[in-house]
């Protein structure tokens, strides 16, 4: 096995995530910091590896990989031991890259939608459509595990370790209430017990909600979610 570099920035969902697998793999991933608030990301070096300077970027053996979701079936079909979190069978594997494309077209950019404002915003206020569109991927994540207890069926994928990545991001926008999402707060528990969950997902993105909420004090003076 060569070498692996992850190059990203832990405060990130789709870095965080790439971490989880591998950890659930049990294979190690040097970590190579591209400090987004620095602007890293738009380094000539960086640009020439991944010209959409997004993080993440996998580096194996001197190929590079981007993009988390692409990462995450490039690890398990690579590197894991069996297929369960990405399954050879056709009809399986389907559902698993439905939920990942979900993640990518729909959860992500909508919580996207909404952290950008923080960074981009000189006063950040946030547009309740925007807030009940996030809800509105919830529902969606709720009516799919009403149906089984993983995304994309019976046993963890690496759908589940992505999309929880997603989901616990929103916390500062759209925080989940048990009432409403019972089976998504749920989900979430059993995600959370996973031994190396708190190393890979709780610590980072809790650091990542202070941080979001540090730039909010610094902004508005307080790190309340102003909604318009
Ligand atoms: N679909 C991409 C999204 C990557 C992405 O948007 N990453 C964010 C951090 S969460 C980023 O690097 N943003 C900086 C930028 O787009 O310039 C993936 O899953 O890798």
Not at 152 to 180: H, N, Q, W, Y
């Amino acid at each position: 096995m060569g070498k692996l570099i992850l190059h990203g920035m832990k405060l990130s969902p789709c870095v965080r995530s790439t971490f989880a697998v591998a950890s659930e793999i049990g294979i190690e991933m040097e970590y190579k910091i591209v400090d987004l608030i620095k602007g890293e990301n738009f380094n000539p070096e960086f640009m020439e590896i991944n010209p959409v300077h997004a993080v993440p970027v996998l580096e194996d053996d001197g190929k590079y990989i981007i993009d988390g979701h692409a990462i995450l079936s490039y690890l398990v079909d690579k590197y894991a031991k069996d297929d369960s979190l990405y399954p050879k069978d056709p009809f399986q594997r389907a559902m698993v890259d439905q939920r990942l494309h979900f993640d990518s077209g729909i959860l992500y950019m909508r919580l996207r939608n909404l952290s950008m404002r923080v960074y981009t915003e000189d006063h950040p206020k946030f547009p309740q459509k925007d807030i009940d569109a996030l809800y509105q991927s919830y529902d969606y994540v709720e009516k799919f595990l009403s149906k089984q207890p993983f995304l994309a069926g019976d046993k963890m994928t690496i759908a589940d370790l992505c999309c929880v990545c997603t989901i616990t991001s929103g916390a500062l926008f759209a925080p989940i209430s048990e009432e409403r999402y019972p089976k998504l707060s749920d989900w979430i528990k059993r995600l959370s017990d996973l031994p190396y969950y708190e190393e890979t997902n709780a610590k980072d993105n809790a650091e990542y909600l202070e941080f979001l909420k540090g730039i909010l004090t610094q902004k508005n003076g307080n790190a309340n979610i102003e909604v318009y």
